[in-house]
């Protein structure tokens, strides 16, 4: 079973930086991708970045493309996300998910599998 645990959200002023953490564990696919999505309250899931591993190639969305990095260490199945310059509008619960699919992709339905969450308040 695919497990995916996120960590690293908090409170932050805006303006600061946050580094989220996925630890991807329990799946032998070869290759894959994972994605980053968001949901604040009263709000849609929105995908905000994507990484396939094999091939390093990303995806950002426009909001925050220039201000967020995907990045990951293969050797410990773990992706990570570096938000700068966070917005209040960056507030949200920041979700990773897995897909066995190795294309950049913002579908939710193409992901399998989700984390739990971890939560990113910026303020003003």
């Known amino acids: 079973e695919v497990l995916l645990v996120e960590s690293g959200g908090g409170l932050v002023q805006a303006g600061g930086s946050l580094r989220l953490s996925c630890a991807a564990s329990?799946?032998?696919?070869?290759?894959?991708?994972i994605g980053w999505f968001r949901q604040a309250p009263g709000k849609e899931r929105e995908g905000v970045s994507c990484?396939?591993?094999?091939?390093?190639?990303?995806y950002y969305a426009d909001s925050v493309k220039g201000r967020f990095t995907i990045s990951s260490d293969n050797a410990k199945n773990t992706v990570y996300l570096q938000m700068n310059s966070l917005k209040p509008e960056d507030t949200a619960v920041y979700y990773c998910?897995?897909?066995?699919?190795?294309?950049?992709?913002?579908?939710?339905?193409?992901?399998?599998?989700w984390g739990q969450g971890t939560q990113v308040t910026v303020y003003s």
């Open positions: 329990g799946f032998t696919f070869d290759d894959y991708a």
């Open positions: 990484l396939v591993i094999s091939s390093g190639r990303t």
């Open positions: 998910a897995l897909t066995p699919f190795s294309r950049e992709t913002m579908d939710p339905g193409d992901f399998d599998s």
